[in-house]
């Protein structure tokens, strides 16, 4: 017997001690599976329903999601609209576990994209660890210490892109982009922004649409032009091209890249979307 128990201390250390769990946590798009993956360690298995790459506007569930979504304890969504898909798959799936909405409750008032203003991502965490707290409360420290940690980073984050923002001058800080997707960033660095679309990917403008945004690119002399990862860039190239601009590098707003591309972790997309934003704008 005592010998048992000595082998069973021993195993202690490599097993997860009694009451923790590995909660399987399914999020909609891949900036919250980041979010997700930050916050729940290894205590998570986390999944995506929208991966990198992929526009979750637009997204069209699959048997495949309803299966992955019934074996689920917590599923993370953003709310406000973003996921137009997503009830009818959790009916579909006879989803049972906890919903964590990460926007609740945050000053979002302009469109889905709240994340691209660190302020709002900071409370899409804080929703997370309390959601995934209440889901499995035998790790509720852990996950609260792991979002404390990452609320750190993310703050830094925040005063890294105020300080990059403040080196362009404040009549040069303009830019188009080919969705509407980045009022938020605009609101809270002090950006005007400009979109071929609108705030969903799906709408067509009219050629009366791009010709006055031509005109407008023209008058304002803007020379910071954008695609998004996800929206089709002949719009923008072709505005760019009328108005004697080029295109810079593609942005990320709704979606992450791959590991092996530029921008596999929120951090790491904010990072780069400001580094390209800013050497734009220096040539407005
Ligand atoms: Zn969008």
């Known amino acids: 017997m005592r010998a048992f128990l000595i082998v069973l201390l021993l195993l202690g250390g490599a097993l997860p001690a009694l009451g923790q769990t590995r909660l399987d946590v399914v999020s909609t798009f891949s900036i919250l599976g980041d979010f997700v993956a930050q916050v729940g360690g290894d205590r998570v298995e986390g999944s995506v329903i929208v991966g990198p790459n992929t526009d979750a506007h637009t997204y069209q569930p699959t048997p495949v999601d309803a299966r992955r979504l019934a074996a689920a304890q917590v599923l993370v969504s953003n709310g406000l609209g973003f996921e137009g898909?997503?009830?009818?798959?959790?009916?579909?799936?006879?989803?049972?576990?906890?919903?964590?909405?990460a926007s609740q409750g945050?000053?979002?008032?302009?469109?889905?994209?709240?994340?691209?203003?660190?302020?709002?991502?900071?409370?899409?965490?804080?929703?997370?660890?309390?959601?995934?707290?209440?889901?499995?409360?035998?790790?509720?420290?852990?996950?609260r210490a792991r979002a404390e940690d990452y609320d750190r980073r993310l703050a830094a984050l925040d005063a890294w892109i105020r300080a990059e923002i403040a080196k362009v001058p404040p009549d040069r800080r303009k830019a188009i982009t080919g969705h509407n997707s980045f009022q938020y960033f605009a609101r809270a660095y002090g950006v005007q922004f400009e979109a071929v679309r609108g705030y969903n990917t799906d709408s067509e403008p009219t050629a009366r649409d791009v010709a006055a945004l031509i005109r407008e690119v023209r008058a304002r002399k803007i020379k910071a032009l954008f695609v998004e990862n996800l929206t089709n860039p002949a719009l923008v190239e072709q505005v760019a091209r009328d108005a004697g601009a080029s295109v810079g590098p593609r942005?990320?707003?709704?979606?992450?890249?791959?590991?092996?591309?530029?921008?596999?972790?929120?951090?790491a997309m904010m990072r780069y979307d400001v580094t390209a934003l800013v050497a734009g704008m220096m040539k407005n």
């Open 251 to 267: 942005l990320y707003s709704d979606s992450l890249s791959t590991p092996d591309g530029p921008a596999p972790t929120y951090e």
């Open 106 to 143: 945050a000053s979002a008032t302009l469109d889905p994209h709240c994340w691209l203003d660190v302020a709002c991502a900071r409370h899409y965490v804080a929703n997370i660890a309390e959601g995934l707290a209440a889901a499995a409360p035998a790790n509720a420290a852990y996950y």
């Open 85 to 101: 898909w997503l009830d009818r798959l959790a009916e579909a799936s006879s989803f049972k576990g906890r919903r964590i909405v």
